[in-house]
């Protein structure tokens, strides 16, 4: 455009001399015209990313690799330590409604919105017929799915988050092997993740993931054969041989206190004995590269001894 109006243009018509401001309309006549973003026009402007995060996961994932001027928004989850790995970290940003609309969403300029699999259709589809760019992750149930979707997330966001991305992928991938060394040959206890929802963690589940890197057998996959979470078989379960019960809380007490009048939990031994794990809220149901923080609790409480200097 620049060399036509320079230097073609005199040629057609003599005398002819195009002023900057020409130029300038000139180029906005053609964004007009194509449909271009003013951003991303002939000048070469980049427009810059803006990304809008609707899942607690993809707020982990986005905290871990964008830089911070690249976050517009964050789900309305992302502060709570409860479902959030990373809620101090998410403290500067915008939070979505609880309930955001694609209005809600938008209203964040985004370039890029981030959702899962378990979003709502509508909303994504909504979103997407927008024209802004949209991702739907629905890897979530083993750290190879998490470093995945890191890898994902790092190509949308550019170089210096790819680098990020393989930098996590290796410090994480080094404790993962460092902790299957200290477990090699050590007793799997036998553990379950009660639940006052009427269902339990079987296999494919976080919480299997949970037990295969931190040395524990997962009675309702072992003994039940449950396969996500699913009602548990309530008289076969009393006779399960329950080293341990893996609960979620601030303290101990709290967290198994729902249990002490819920059958059959109440009567189980490993209750009424105190036999339990404590996690941190949010390490049960992690679908990030930050479950490896909860490998670790999970390994340490049940092998204390294979972590003796």
Same mark, same amino acid.
């Given at each position: 455009?620049?060399?036509?109006?320079?230097?073609?243009?005199?040629?057609?018509?003599?005398?002819?001399?195009?002023?900057?401001?020409?130029?300038?309309?000139?180029?906005?006549?053609?964004?007009?015209?194509?449909?271009?973003?003013?951003?991303?026009? @002939?000048?070469?402007?980049?427009?810059?990313?803006?990304?809008?995060?609707?899942? $607690?996961?993809?707020?982990?994932?986005?905290?871990?690799?964008?830089?911070?001027?690249?976050?517009?928004?964050?789900?309305?989850?992302?502060?709570?330590?409860?479902?959030?790995?990373?809620?101090?970290?998410?403290?500067?940003?915008? !939070?979505?409604?609880?309930?955001?609309?694609?209005?809600?969403?938008? !209203? %964040?300029?985004?370039?890029?919105?981030?959702?899962?699999? *378990?979003?709502?259709?509508?909303?994504?589809?909504?979103? #997407?017929?927008?024209?802004?760019?949209?991702?739907?992750? /629905? #890897? %979530?149930?083993?750290?190879?799915?998490?470093?995945?979707?890191?890898?994902?997330?790092? #190509?949308?966001?550019?170089?210096?988050?790819?680098?990020?991305?393989? !930098? +996590?992928?290796?410090?994480?991938?080094?404790?993962?092997?460092?902790?299957?060394?200290?477990?090699?040959?050590?007793?799997?206890? #036998?553990? +379950?993740?009660?639940?006052? *929802?009427?269902? +339990?963690?079987?296999?494919?589940?976080?919480?299997?993931?949970?037990? /295969?890197?931190?040395?524990?057998?997962?009675?309702?996959?072992?003994?039940?054969?449950?396969?996500?979470?699913?009602?548990?078989? $309530?008289?076969?379960?009393?006779?399960?041989?329950?080293? %341990?019960? $893996? $609960?979620?809380?601030?303290? @101990?007490?709290?967290?198994?206190? =729902? *249990?002490?009048?819920? =059958? =059959? *939990?109440?009567?189980?031994?490993?209750?009424?004995?105190?036999?339990?794990? @404590?996690?941190?809220?949010?390490?049960?149901?992690?679908?990030?590269?930050?479950?490896?923080?909860? %490998?670790?609790?999970?390994?340490?409480?049940?092998?204390?001894?294979?972590?003796?200097?």
């Amino acid at each position: 455009m620049a060399e036509w109006l320079g230097r073609s243009a005199p040629g057609l018509f003599p005398g002819f001399r195009p002023s900057r401001r020409l130029f300038l309309r000139a180029v906005a006549l053609l964004v007009l015209a194509t449909g271009l973003s003013p951003a991303r026009t @002939l000048l070469g402007a980049a427009e810059p990313i803006r990304v809008v995060s609707q899942t $607690v996961g993809t707020d982990e994932l986005l905290l871990a690799l964008a830089d911070p001027e690249q976050i517009a928004a964050l789900s309305h989850l992302a502060g709570d330590p409860n479902f959030s790995a990373v809620g101090a970290e998410a403290a500067p940003y915008p !939070k979505l409604d609880r309930n955001a609309d694609a209005e809600g969403i938008l !209203k %964040y300029h985004p370039t890029l919105v981030l959702f899962a699999d *378990y979003s709502r259709l509508e909303l994504v589809e909504q979103v #997407r017929r927008t024209g802004v760019t949209v991702i739907v992750f /629905d #890897r %979530y149930h083993t750290l190879e799915d998490a470093f995945h979707n890191l890898r994902v997330l790092g #190509r949308a966001l550019g170089p210096a988050a790819e680098a990020r991305a393989e !930098k +996590i992928i290796a410090d994480s991938q080094a404790i993962v092997d460092d902790l299957a060394r200290r477990l090699e040959g050590a007793p799997r206890p #036998r553990v +379950i993740a009660p639940s006052t *929802y009427g269902v +339990i963690p079987g296999a494919q589940t976080t919480f299997q993931n949970l037990c /295969d890197h931190a040395g524990a057998e997962n009675l309702a996959a072992t003994r039940a054969g449950l396969v996500g979470h699913q009602p548990p078989p $309530v008289e076969q379960m009393l006779a399960w041989p329950i080293d %341990y019960l $893996v $609960v979620a809380g601030d303290s @101990l007490e709290q967290a198994l206190a =729902p *249990y002490r009048e819920l =059958p =059959p *939990y109440a009567f189980m031994p490993a209750l009424r004995e105190g036999r339990a794990v @404590l996690l941190e809220p949010w390490q049960l149901s992690c679908v990030t590269h930050h479950r490896v923080r909860g %490998y670790l609790t999970l390994a340490r409480a049940l092998h204390p001894e294979r972590f003796e200097p």
